[in-house]
């Protein structure tokens, strides 16, 4: 018998069409590769969101007014969250993140610089339900930077904004980022730079795998694909086999022809305008939004407050 995760995976494996789930990108190789694609001269969310973020850092803190806690979720390297500190001024701050080994080293750097916030980090996978021990009663700022939202199908997507205007309670509410739609030749050199680093990233999912199943897949049998979907408004990315692979695993093999793709991410661009819409629907109840000039990236805040 197979463990639950080997099976979820597998079950991916031999879905039509295949796929992995973008979580297994994250481990200690991927969450740095993830890093280096934030300064990629293509990769513009991650600058335009800070751009946005500061230039309107004291607007973001008024509308924010007070916070308890500023909750991180998905808080990678914590530098985003640690950018608001000066102007949001938390009394408490949560990591939260899928990748252990580099939140706690990034939360423990991050203590040295900040002595007077109070700092823990939770492990979490933001695909479960989202639970939050000992915060229950605090006034909240939860914080979803980088259009990870976008990771998400709309329908999940729904569903989380849902679940943490309910964590809300009333009270505090969430500053998130989301990248929107635009030229198509932008958004598709986004996620395939000229260095190769997101094909890198892409790949390196393979070798997560290998870890987690057993498996022997050989990334160099496997080729980087992204290209943005119009009527889906979403980059999608796969790996396609560059030629006939058996993929070896305990108790089993499965076969891939050339040219046969295995999905690995969605990442959905919104509108302003149905981003908003989505915020209201799950129950937040004033939004403030702030973009660029190019308006390439929205940074709203959602208040669960009247
Ligand atoms: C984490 N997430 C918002 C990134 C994105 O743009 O969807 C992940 C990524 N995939 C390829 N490049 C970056």
Request: proline share 4%; glycine share 6%.
């Amino acid at each position: 018998m197979h463990s639950p995760i080997i099976h979820e995976v597998l079950a991916g494996l031999h879905a039509t069409p295949p796929f992995i789930s973008p979580k297994y990108f994250y481990d200690e190789l991927g969450s740095k590769l993830f890093e280096v694609i934030t300064l990629l001269d293509e990769y513009y969310p991650t600058r335009v969101e800070k751009s946005i973020m500061q230039l309107f850092q004291q607007e973001i803190a008024n509308a924010v007014h007070s916070c308890d806690v500023l909750v991180d979720l998905g808080a990678g390297n914590c530098v985003k969250a640690s950018e608001l500190f000066d102007s949001i001024k938390p009394k408490k701050y949560r990591a939260l993140d899928i990748s252990k080994e580099f939140l706690e080293l990034a939360v423990v750097d991050l203590q040295k610089r900040f002595p007077n916030i109070k700092m823990d980090s939770q492990i979490c996978d933001l695909n479960e339900q989202l639970q939050l021990p000992d915060l229950s009663n605090d006034r909240k700022l939860f914080f979803y930077p980088g259009s990870s939202i976008g990771n998400f199908d709309p329908d999940k997507a729904s569903g989380f904004l849902k679940n943490i205007a309910t964590q809300c309670d009333g009270q505090g509410g969430l500053l998130i980022g989301v990248d929107l739609e635009k030229n198509e030749q932008i958004l598709n050199n986004a996620y395939n730079d000229s260095l190769g680093v997101t094909a890198a990233f892409n790949l390196n999912v393979l070798r997560h795998i290998n870890r987690v199943i057993g498996s022997n897949f050989n990334t160099s049998n496997w080729q980087h694909y992204a290209k943005f979907n119009k009527s889906q408004s979403r980059i999608e990315m796969y790996l396609r086999a560059q030629q006939d692979v058996g993929i070896v695993y305990p108790n089993g093999v499965h076969h891939f022809k050339a040219g046969d793709l295995i999905h690995t991410e969605n990442s959905y661009k919104y509108t302003q305008g149905s981003f908003t819409e989505m915020l209201r629907n799950a129950g937040f109840k004033n939004i403030h939004t702030w973009t660029d000039a190019n308006a390439y990236f929205l940074v709203c805040y959602a208040s669960a407050e009247s």
